[in-house]
């Protein structure tokens, strides 16, 4: 047999096509043997064991003795107890009715006839979902403009507002935070909260909350009158939670068929339970995932979708691999060091930006093209003949993938039919299932992440020390060293960080002064202005 020959038959062999969903998977060109799939077949059957377990309300999160549930939004059915099941189907009712009420001008702001756009203010896992489902989902002329602040960046806080300038008084508020307290989100809740009473605005009456039941957002929330509260369930985390209120509120208040993107999810549940290698496309995922890598995470996932609308899917992606597989230690506390690293874009855009380096450069990737096979709505004109625009994307698509595998460069390719509501809550249901496998093969925990809360308190700490610094500034009568600065406020290990602080505020006018060259940190004063 020759080589086009066997590719093609292990292609055969290989290809996964699930008939519902129209959608393909082609493992084909990872170069894993017979022998290595027989080595995983143990590590899977534990795997699909630990997907039932999840699923059934295992404790998955033990950090905070806590559920991972987020299979049971788009099929209440499976959820463990008759109160979380209602809770699902209310919390989805209610997201329906509201944002109808917001769209048709039932609901409205003081004084307008009704809203037109969508401030929604969150961070990670609350922004990340959002903003690909509304790149990829959101209809040309939405009902309303959505717009996100999803940093503590002032200057980019203050590009929002001032794009907004005419509208604020017609702009509803979404607040996304599980605890109220996550620093990014309440920064631009304040800043927009100022922006809007400074234009005599009610931001109470523009304002809704995503929230934990009972956080201190939610009573702060109800306390003020808000137009609404949606409940953020604790056994749904941050990476997992668009299809929670998070991701279904905007959504469908951009006139997106949420029901869709749950079947579409719930549809892609199914085909990943199944427990048996070559029929779970997640399961086929993991298997080409740990091969790249060796089990740890040794090559970079490269995502390549051809699609101008998935723009953001590598960006969600990010977090959703990353933050889950990123970890020190395996579940037996031994260290580890897991993760696989996440980029990419679009192609063919990326075809003129990196595909050089993938080619030749240094082999430390592996690929996932996505394919989409409807090019557009309508026709399309020739460029030339018998060749329109969307074949010419093909051609880019498959050439890449034959240049790259010729000079041993693994990859993977999705094709969907079209991108719609569907098929986008298919593609996360399927990421999120093969993020659960791969943990289980690797033996780590995908639904803590110590990580972040470390760089949560450490950043917390950094203020405390600012506000310390403040203080002695303002309780001395002289400039100050740096050195006396560190002792005055306890803190002699930590110079380098109070020169940062003190470099900030000088900066931004805030009552301190440089005296001397801060280029040269020991020889400056710094001193109250």
């Known amino acids: 047999m020759n080589d086009a020959a066997a590719l093609w038959q292990r292609y055969r062999d290989w290809l996964y096509y699930n008939e519902g969903l129209s959608f393909y998977l082609d493992v084909s060109r990872m170069r894993f043997d017979d022998a290595f799939v027989a080595q995983m077949q143990p590590r899977f059957q534990k795997a699909f064991e630990d997907m039932a377990a999840l699923e059934a309300g295992a404790i998955a999160n033990p950090d905070e003795d806590r559920m991972v549930g987020h299979y049971w939004l788009r099929d209440p059915d499976l959820a463990p107890t008759p109160e979380l099941r209602q809770d699902i189907v209310d919390t989805l009712v209610g997201i329906e009715q509201f944002a109808s009420q917001i769209r048709t001008g039932v609901l409205y702001p003081p004084g307008q006839e009704r809203f037109t ?88 009456r523009q304002a809704v909350a995503v929230t934990g039941v009972d956080s201190g957002l939610d009573r702060q929330a109800k306390q003020e009158g808000w137009l609404a509260t949606f409940p ?9 939670s668009e299809l929670s209120a998070v991701g279904l509120l905007p959504a469908a208040l951009q006139g997106i068929d949420i029901r869709s993107i749950l079947g579409g999810a ?103 093209f996505i394919e989409v096979l409807k090019d557009r709505v309508g026709d399309s004109v020739e460029i030339e003949a018998g060749a329109t625009s969307g074949d ?57 992440q110590p990580g972040v809360e470390a760089g949560k308190k450490a950043a917390a700490s950094v203020i405390d020390l600012q506000s310390k610094v403040i203080q002695a500034l303002q309780a001395s009568d002289q400039p100050l060293t740096l050195a006396d600065l560190a002792a005055k406020v306890g803190s002699l290990d930590e110079v380098e960080t109070i020169y940062k602080i003190v470099r900030h505020l000088n900066a931004n006018q805030r009552s301190v002064t440089i005296l001397g060259d801060p280029g040269q940190p020991d020889e400056i004063k710094i001193a109250v202005a």
């Open 117 to 204: 756009d969508i401030l929604s203010i969150g961070i990670g896992g609350s922004a990340l979902g959002p903003q690909f489902v509304a790149q990829a989902l959101g209809p040309d002329f939405p009902p309303l403009q959505i717009h996100f602040i999803d940093n503590t960046d002032p200057e980019g806080i203050d590009r929002i507002l001032a794009r907004l300038e005419d509208r604020l008084a017609t702009t509803l508020v979404i607040v996304t935070s599980k605890s109220g307290g996550t620093p990014e989100t309440r920064n631009g809740m304040v800043e927009v909260r100022h922006c809007l009473e400074q234009r005599g605005l009610h931001f109470s």
């Open 232 to 240: 953020m369930h604790d056994w749904v985390g941050g990476r997992t």
């Open 266 to 368: 719930r549809e892609m549940d199914a085909a990943t339970r199944v427990p048996d290698l070559r029929q779970n496309p997640a399961a086929l995922l993991a298997l080409a995932w740990y091969y790249a890598g060796n089990g740890k995470g040794e090559k970079d996932m490269v995502i390549l979708p051809y699609k101008d609308s998935l723009l953001l899917f590598s960006r969600y992606l990010q977090q959703l691999v990353m933050e889950s597989l990123g970890k020190e230690k395996d579940l037996d506390g031994n260290v580890v060091y897991q993760g696989i690293a996440v980029y990419g874009n679009k192609g063919s855009t990326d075809q003129h930006a990196y595909v050089q380096q993938l080619r030749e450069g240094v082999p430390t990737f592996f690929v996932t």
């Open 392 to 448: 010419f994307l093909l051609g880019l698509l498959q050439g890449t993938r034959q240049a790259l595998f010729e000079n041993f460069r693994d990859s993977i390719t999705l094709t969907i039919p079209e991108v719609n509501a569907h098929t986008v809550g298919a593609l996360i249901a399927l990421y999120e299932r093969a993020v659960g496998f791969y943990a289980s093969l690797v033996n780590i925990n995908a639904y803590h």
